[in-house]
């Protein structure tokens, strides 16, 4: 089966900043697949969390926040517009930094959420933070799992930044057979072995193996434009390089490896992890 991450899309309802044709042509491509979508966060881009800080803080009319919930919610009907095919087929979706808490307390990603039959895997109060995912899948003796940790992301750094963090991240969780990062709009990923040994005996003979099971690093890219023709962007205000925009699909195999010694034959659980860039 595959797994499309989708994030960092930053509508702010002007169709000239982010690369709204791939990003259609994106989504009928992981469809054709059957894929399942993984949102990433950073749907809209209503107000980072310094900019909320300081609406909240400003003693503003309850008229201008009810006008600014209503912006905030007809930007995230448009993405649940773009988004409409995928209805139904979310493993869930992330809160990133990106987003809007209306008066009600209810913020716009869990409002998309509503909108796509998605589980929202924010916390209570709508915050970001990770999560963790398994899958069951049946097998033709008992049922197996594939794991997946996903985080919206922090920080900055470049592609060998990024990675750096994901290989950190790895080092604590084990069994987990993918992780998925985005924030950084950086398409980078990689495949790690987790290694381990085994130990047979029979008789007075000892029998040992080094198995290899291969984890997924993945960056899951994102689709606002960084340099845009007649206007000066965040990005290049601060010199930040550009990057290749768009998201990858991950394909991953629920398979069994044959492992054999002289005097042992074993079937070991060990998913194929292989990501494609768009």
Not at 62 to 67: G, T
Not at 116 to 129: F, V
Not at 196 to 202: A, C, D, G, Q, V
């Amino acid at each position: 089966f595959y797994i499309a991450p989708i994030g960092d899309v930053q509508w702010n309802g002007h169709e000239e900043d982010v690369i709204l044709d791939d990003l259609k042509r994106h989504v009928d491509e992981a469809l054709e697949k059957q894929a399942w979508f993984l949102g990433m966060g950073d749907y809209i881009d209503m107000a980072s969390p310094t900019g909320r800080q300081k609406i909240a803080g400003s003693g503003v009319y309850e008229n201008l926040m009810r006008s600014i919930d209503d912006q905030a919610l007809e930007l995230t009907h448009q993405i649940g517009d773009i988004f409409k095919p995928t209805r139904g087929r979310w493993l869930g979706m992330l809160t990133g930094h990106h987003y809007w808490k209306d008066q009600n307390g209810v913020t716009s990603d869990q409002r998309l959420c509503e909108i796509l039959a998605a589980p929202y895997l924010g916390d209570d109060i709508g915050e970001m933070g990770g999560a963790a995912i398994q899958i069951t899948v049946p097998t033709h003796q008992d049922n197996r799992a594939i794991k997946l940790w996903a985080h919206h992301g922090f920080g900055t750094g470049e592609e060998s930044a990024m990675l750096l963090k994901l290989k950190r991240i790895a080092a604590d969780w084990e069994q987990v057979d993918c992780f998925f990062m985005g924030h950084m709009t950086k398409m980078v990923s990689t495949i790690i072995p987790k290694l381990h040994f085994t130990l047979h005996k029979r008789g007075d003979a000892i029998s040992f193996k080094i198995l290899e099971r291969r984890v997924g690093l993945v960056g899951t890219g994102g689709w606002s434009k960084a340099y845009i023709p007649g206007r000066t962007t965040y990005v290049e205000r601060k010199g930040m390089r550009p990057v290749a925009l768009g998201a990858p699909i991950v394909k991953i195999t629920p398979q069994f490896s044959r492992t054999h010694t002289k005097d042992d034959t074993a079937r070991r659980w060990l998913p194929r992890i292989e990501v494609t860039l768009a």
